[in-house]
């Protein structure tokens, strides 16, 4: 993802990459001057953009706080003590963070929600994820954040049921049913089925390449650079 970033900032007229850092990534494959740590590294840039591992999260975050320099965190894997660390950082220096860096994404969560608020509980409300044939957990952590959205708008708690089978299946009207379907190369597709008496509304989002996370990512970093501390997600770009 980094290598896409780097790419699509290259491309624009108003950013640069000033460096990078990666503990295992070879420097003669960039542009630009790749450091093993931010101990090595010299330059002072306006934002940092992170893909890397969750283990790697707290140097990024340290690195940011005590330099002041805003980041956009990508990188997944993250709960618990790394989630309590990012809301710390974040008192300090401006932290954008979000599971899914795609803008239709995080709008068709933004849809879904407001969709759950007019269409009250009358609808029955199902999602259905389709990824590769290579992904191991199931259903996606997008799928995940799409019925978290809804169920923070319904009226009635409900309960999330993940694939139905068996022959005590029937739905129940508070369920929010959620499927993972795999197969073949398909890069990430969701849709929200609101299933209503005699209609029916659908909301789908078809990713077609990894770029739509990379170009989310320069999206957030373009917003948070000169935003003051405070933790900032997708919504807070689309709420303009
Ligand atoms: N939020 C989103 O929309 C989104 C989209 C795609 C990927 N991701 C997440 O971003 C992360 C990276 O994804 P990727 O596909 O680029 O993975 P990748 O494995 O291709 O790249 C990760 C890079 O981080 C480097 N790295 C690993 N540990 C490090 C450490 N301790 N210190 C410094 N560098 C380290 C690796 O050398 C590698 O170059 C993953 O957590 C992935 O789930 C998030």
Do not use: W
């Not at 005590?66 to 401006?94: H, M, R, S």
């Not at 709008?107 to 759950?116: G, M, Q, S, V, Y």
């Not at 269409?119 to 997008?142: Q, Y």
């Amino acid at each position: 993802m980094g290598a896409v970033v780097a790419e699509i900032v290259k491309a624009s007229n108003n950013m640069e990459i000033v460096c990078g850092i990666d503990a295992f990534a070879n420097p003669s494959d960039f542009e630009f001057p790749l450091y093993e740590t931010f101990e090595s590294s010299t330059e002072k840039a306006d934002v940092l953009i992170d893909f890397s591992h969750f283990s790697a999260v707290p140097n990024v975050l340290k690195y940011c706080a005590d330099t002041k320099t805003p980041a956009v965190i990508c990188t997944t894997g993250i709960d618990g003590e790394l989630e309590k660390a990012i809301d710390d950082a974040a008192k300090n220096v401006a932290i954008f963070r979000s599971g899914n860096m795609s803008l239709g994404i995080n709008l068709l969560i933004d849809l879904a929600k407001r969709a759950t608020s007019v269409l009250g509980d009358n609808f029955d409300i199902e999602i259905i994820e389709k990824h590769h044939h290579r992904k191991v957990d199931a259903p996606s952590g997008t799928a995940y954040m799409i019925a978290q959205g809804i169920e923070s708008k319904k009226k009635s708690e409900g309960s999330f049921v993940y694939g139905r089978h068996g022959k005590d299946a029937k739905r129940k009207p508070d369920e929010i049913g959620i499927h993972a379907v795999r197969g073949g190369t398909i890069v990430g597709e969701h849709t929200v089925i609101f299933a209503g008496n005699d209609e029916i509304i659908e909301i789908r989002h078809s990713a077609t390449s990894r770029n739509v996370f990379a170009e989310g990512a320069v999206k957030a970093a373009e917003y948070l650079f000169d935003k003051g501390p405070g933790l900032y997600d997708m919504n807070s770009i689309l709420k303009g």
